[in-house]
Every structure is written in structure tokens, then in C-alpha cells.
């Protein structure tokens, strides 16, 4: 039972370069979800997708581009890289965005921009 | 700003029970009381959600005050793979108020052997 996979769990680019976050569910959850982590703030949402073919902007979407054409599959992709999008990034699903239900997170990416 | 209030950090003994403080004065009627852990290096791990009633489970207990203003994670025998940041969280029942929960920095736990 994999459950989230996130790929790769490590990656370095260059700044300019289009890079791209995978992200992979078994269960069929409705809702997927992008955060960054970094030093000295919370977790922040960048896009969410409440199906597939249904995608929206979180907290600080600006610099990032998702799709999500199956339910399975919700790609991040930073279509230039910064330097400020040095991060980790995690991946999340669940079943309900609402109160009452869980959210279950992959491993994370680390994404480094030089 | 975070809705939720939390020590920076906290230190226990290994087999001893931990009681990790959370303070939520600004709730709404609609926000669940969510508990997750963060251990070195991975994803936030859910432990536990409340609405108004003390709840459990396999990895731990919730005690929510009656005024529903601030919670407490009970670990009931901390061990040393319990050592991780716990974060406490309001998870709206509608989704749209959602799109802008903030995440504070939460409370790094210690566990001493």
C-alpha cells in the first residue's frame, strides 16, 4: 500500500529552468494538495485540486503551475525556478477538505535553486 | 496570523506522559481541532481531530476545553520515536475558509531516554 509517493525526494536546478514535482496517490482521494515548508514559517498552500480537472489557488500560488488530468496524479510544476522557491514541498490528500476529515502528507521534496 | 498558540518547545522523559498545550481563542463555531506531527524529515503525520468532546485514539487523546478555546494533546507514555514538531491546527467544516489555513510553527518535543 504506497498510499503518496512524491518524486524526487531531492532535487537541485538552476534558476530559469522549469522543474517539476510528482506527486502520486493510491487511494482515490477527491482532494490533492501543494505546500511549502520553509525555515521560520508553516506549512504554506500553493494550489489544491478538489477532483481532477479542478484546480485552485492557496496562499502563494504565484511562480507555480499544476494539472491534475487523473485523479492519481497532481504535478507541481515551477515554470522558472528562483531562488526563493528554495523549499521543501510536500504533497497532500484527502478524502474531504473539510473538518472532519484527515489529511495525509508524502515524504516531501527537497527542491534547491542555485 | 496563526489561529493557534503553541509553546516553541517542550522536553519530557521517555514512559512519562506528555500534555502539549494549544491555544485557540479565535475558534468558530465551524473549526476542528487538528493535531499533526512532523518527525525529522518527513511529511506532517495526522494524530488526532476534535470538535467539542475529548476524544482518542491508537496514538494519543485530545482534551478540549468546554469554551472550546484552547486543546490538549495528551501522549499518554512518551517514547522516543514520539521526539518530532506537533502542530496544532483549525480545520474549517467549509472548505472555502480553508484556503488560508496557516500552519504555525508548532511545539518541537524532546523526549529524554
Known amino acids: 500500500d504506497a498510499g503518496i509517493t512524491q518524486s524526487p525526494r531531492y532535487k537541485i536546478t538552476e534558476t530559469g529552468r522549469q522543474v517539476t514535482l510528482m506527486c502520486h496517490q493510491t487511494w482515490s482521494h477527491s482532494y490533492m494538495f501543494w505546500y511549502r515548508q520553509d525555515l521560520g514559517h508553516g506549512l504554506r498552500l500553493i494550489y489544491y485540486s478538489a477532483a481532477a480537472d479542478i484546480t485552485d489557488k492557496g496562499e502563494v500560488p504565484d511562480g507555480y503551475v499544476v494539472s491534475r488530468s487523473k485523479t492519481e496524479n497532481f504535478p507541481l510544476t515551477l515554470e522558472s525556478a528562483t531562488r526563493s522557491q528554495t523549499s521543501v514541498y510536500f504533497c497532500a490528500t484527502s478524502r474531504a477538505d473539510r473538518g472532519d476529515t484527515e489529511a495525509f502528507f508524502g515524504q516531501g521534496t527537497r527542491l534547491t535553486v542555485v | 496570523d496563526a489561529k493557534t498558540t503553541q509553546p516553541n518547545s517542550m522536553e519530557s522523559n521517555e514512559e512519562e506522559p506528555v500534555h502539549l498545550p494549544c491555544n485557540h481563542s479565535t475558534i468558530s463555531g465551524t473549526d476542528y481541532i487538528h493535531w499533526y506531527r512532523q518527525l525529522p524529515s518527513q511529511g506532517p503525520e495526522y494524530v488526532i481531530h476534535?470538535?467539542?468532546?475529548?476524544v482518542n485514539n491508537r496514538m494519543a487523546s485530545l482534551a478540549i476545553a468546554e469554551d472550546r478555546k484552547s486543546s490538549t494533546l495528551i501522549l499518554h507514555r512518551a517514547t522516543l520515536r514520539d521526539a518530532a514538531v506537533y502542530y496544532c491546527?483549525?480545520?474549517?467544516?467549509?472548505?472555502?475558509?480553508?484556503?488560508?489555513?496557516?500552519w504555525g510553527l508548532g511545539t518541537s518535543l524532546a523526549v529524554n531516554p
Open positions: 476534535g470538535l467539542t468532546s475529548n
Open positions: 491546527i483549525l480545520r474549517d467544516w467549509d472548505a472555502g475558509n480553508n484556503r488560508k489555513l496557516i
